[in-house]
């Protein structure tokens, strides 16, 4: 299936549920950010992965997450060689069993997602630390475009978008089961595709990787 615009993705959630209603109509939208939301939970890709730099303040035990944050890919503290410690992800229990006093302090060594928005980390910074957070960011929707415009979703991942955004519409119109799990078996066939995409890309960019780390460090013959 050739990608969507915004338009033209709007359209076929319409025909395909034969829904003009102004109430339907009005919440495609939702439909649509729902969806998108659920793949971008479900399948880690590549392309939605980036490196932002941060401070942790002594005596603070918790670590703002960037506006546009959805999963972390790791957490280091950079020193001013650009040396990393990578620090361990964990649970919340975790972080508060071993410092159950925030007046614990010490070289951070551990965090853990404390809500949407902030780390927790463990121990608590004994002193002002350089981060640098790698991680799996939100794009911009769709639905926020001109509605000739694409994004990477709609143009790379059109029927995981068009059959995530059908089950949503269906359940909102509250269609019978047996509808909703056609649109929402279609949509699992395009994930699983989505997912194989991402992990190919994953595994191609290691090697890459490696390849150059091998070159740079082969000796001159």
Do not use: C
Request: glycine residues 4%.
């Amino acid at each position: 299936m050739a990608g969507f615009t915004k338009t033209t993705l709007k359209t076929a959630i319409q025909d395909y549920l034969d829904n003009t209603e102004t109430t339907f109509v009005n919440n495609i939208d939702n439909f649509i950010t729902t969806a998108e939301e659920r793949i971008l939970k479900s399948v880690q890709l590549p392309v939605f992965r980036k490196n932002v730099g941060g401070t942790m303040t002594s005596g603070n035990t918790y670590l703002s997450t960037p506006t546009d944050y959805l999963s972390t890919f790791s957490l280091a503290l950079k020193d001013s060689s650009n040396n990393f410690s990578y620090l361990l992800l964990k649970q919340v229990s975790f972080i508060r069993d071993y410092t159950p006093q925030e007046a614990t302090t010490g070289k951070p060594l551990y965090y853990a997602q404390f809500d949407d928005n902030t780390f927790i980390v463990a121990p608590t910074p004994n002193a002002n630390f350089s981060v640098e957070l790698h991680y799996y960011y939100r794009p911009a929707s769709v639905t926020s475009l001109g509605d000739s415009e694409q994004s990477w979703l709609s143009e790379n991942a059109p029927n995981a978008l068009l059959f995530g955004a059908l089950v949503e519409g269906a359940v909102f119109m509250k269609l019978d089961p047996q509808a909703i799990s056609i649109y929402e078996t279609k949509y699992q066939e395009a994930l699983s595709t989505l997912k194989v995409l991402g992990e190919f890309k994953n595994l191609r960019d290691e090697a890459r990787n490696d390849q150059v780390k091998l070159n740079v460090g082969a000796p001159n013959v």
